[in-house]
């Protein structure tokens, strides 16, 4: 069963031309639903819809099968739905495991941090990702920008997230680095979350997708699942060819 379902949701801001515009989109537990486009494809409303920044237009927004429209970003995180935002939101001069706990700190009845066990469990939780952090005692800024982002992810995932809405993560990385949330993606996927990977990469979205979503101009161009969509076909809609 779905956890998130749109159906045919516009956007719509004044008299302009809608920057969303008759999309429908299904997310599902264990799964990586790729959502592709270039600048000014209607990504960044999409993800405002979904993560509560913005409400539909017009359409219909399903949770768990109910209709439901957050109020605010807070209210889709308490659904479950979390978003890892290109700005990251971590702190470059805080420690590794103080990021992976920001907000969320972890405190004994007097309320003072246990730090050992936060620790322990930064350790625990990255590795049991895949993803190895030497130290995790070391300011987050030292880290490559394909580790930063990996922690970020992973920080959602152990918050319980059921939703982990990626907005563009491997925009700025390298082969290597891409390759290292790539793969997080995929051990995310395997644990049962539901991921909705926002990118304008082709080659990435066939690597992990399970069902492939490209915007064009705010309209939904293209739309299918693993086994139907080639990577040739997302490539040339990406282009604008003929579909």
């Not at 490559?144 to 920080?155: D, F, M, N, P």
């Not at 990469?201 to 992990?208: D, G, I, Q, S, T």
Request: proline share 3%; hydrophobic share 45%.
């Amino acid at each position: 069963m779905s956890i998130i379902e749109l159906n045919d949701v516009t956007k719509a801001y004044g008299s302009a031309a809608p920057a969303l515009s008759g999309v429908s989109l299904t997310i599902t537990p264990g799964e990586v639903t790729c959502v592709l486009g270039d600048n000014g494809a209607g990504k960044s409303t999409l993800i405002g819809i979904l993560s509560g920044l913005h409400r539909p237009t017009s359409g219909t927004m399903l949770i768990d099968s109910a209709p439901a429209a957050f109020d605010s970003p807070r209210a889709a995180l308490a659904a479950g739905i979390a978003t890892v935002h290109q700005n990251l939101s971590v702190v470059g001069e805080m420690s590794v495991w103080r990021n992976f706990y920001l907000g969320r700190e972890d405190t004994n009845r007097w309320g003072i941090l246990r730090t050992s066990r936060m620790r322990r469990e930064t350790r625990r939780a990255l590795a049991e990702l895949g993803v190895t952090i030497e130290d995790v005692d070391v300011p987050i800024s030292s880290l490559s920008g394909g580790q930063r982002q990996v922690v970020a992810i992973a920080r959602a995932v152990h918050s319980g997230a059921r939703v982990l809405i990626l907005d563009e993560p491997t925009a700025a990385l390298g082969v290597r680095q891409s390759g290292m949330v790539l793969d997080l993606i995929e051990a995310a996927r395997d644990r049962g979350v539901a991921v909705v990977f926002i990118t304008h990469n082709p080659r990435h979205a066939e690597r992990v997708g399970d069902s492939f979503v490209i915007l064009g101009l705010g309209r939904q161009i293209l739309a299918g699942r693993r086994g139907e969509v080639s990577l040739e076909r997302l490539t040339a809609a990406m282009a604008g060819e003929e579909v």
